[in-house]
Antibody, heavy 120, light 111 residues
Framework: QVQLVESGGGLVKPGGSLRLSCAASGFTFSDYYMSWIRQAPGKGLEWVSYISSSGSTIYYADSVKGRFTISRDNAKNSLYLQMNSLRAEDTAVYYC?????????????WGQGTLVTVSS | QSVLTQPPSASGTPGQRVTISCSGSSSNIGSNTVNWYQQLPGTAPKLLIYSNNQRPSGVPDRFSGSKSGTSASLAISGLQSEDEADYYCAAWDDSLNGYYVFGTGTKVTVL
């Protein structure tokens, strides 16, 4: 079955950096677009970034553009999110999600999430 | 970047029908497919409806979705206690460079 397992979250100071990872299994990773989505404590869902199956097409939310970088390693079945210049408002649970192009780029499977806390 | 507008809350007694609206614009719902997600307390979101009105395998048929113009809706018929959760609509938005937009979320309470 499809499994997505995030790691790399933790406590970081404002202005610091963090790299999230997502290990995928149960499907052919290289066939699918992937996405990162976040949820601040007690708030709704916010789409962060999306990467095509080959990595050639990437989109970012305006709120993270220029600070976050999404990437993937199809040989390792892994998705990454490099987060730089972190701000307090980046505090959230970050979910890795598989994207179905035929669902209008909608995520169909989600990981359990990893918590990122930006605080001094 | 905009969001899709949903009512913050909805409620019903067991067995009742509850409907959640989702309002967007021509650049998102008006031109792209709508998906709905259910988030039970303390868990990750789960895909509930895709492509406006399709249910993934395993989703009960008491959940249904529809879309008209720049709005969409999710209906839960025969409400059950385990349906108490947050529900989000979502769609791709073609404006700017393109992005995926979620609704503001609706908390469904089973009375």
């Amino acid at each position: 079955q499809v499994q997505l397992v995030e790691s790399g979250g933790g406590l970081v100071k404002p202005g610091g950096s963090l790299r999230l990872s997502c290990a995928a299994s149960g499907f052919t990773f290289s066939d699918y677009y992937m996405s990162w989505i976040r949820q601040a404590p007690g708030k709704g869902l916010e789409w962060v970034s999306y990467i095509s199956s080959s990595g050639s097409t990437i989109y970012y939310a305006d709120s993270v553009k220029g600070r976050f970088t999404i990437s993937r390693d199809n040989a390792k079945n892994s998705l990454y999110l490099q987060m730089n210049s972190l701000r307090a408002e980046d505090t959230a649970v970050y979910y890795c999600a598989r994207v179905q192009y035929s669902y209008g780029y909608g995520p169909d499977y989600w990981g359990q999430g990893t918590l990122v806390t930006v605080s001094s | 970047q905009s969001v899709l507008t949903q009512p913050p809350s909805a409620s019903g007694t067991p067995g009742q029908r509850v409907t959640i609206s989702c309002s967007g614009s021509s650049s998102n719902i008006g031109s792209n497919t709508v998906n709905w997600y259910q988030q039970l307390p303390g868990t990750a979101p789960k895909l509930l409806i895709y492509s406006n009105n399709q249910r993934p395998s395993g989703v009960p048929d008491r959940f249904s979705g529809s879309k008209s113009g720049t709005s969409a809706s999710l209906a839960i018929s025969g409400l059950q206690s385990e349906d108490e959760a947050d529900y989000y609509c979502a769609a791709w938005d073609d404006s700017l460079n393109g992005y995926y937009v979620f609704g503001t979320g609706t908390k469904v309470t089973v009375l």
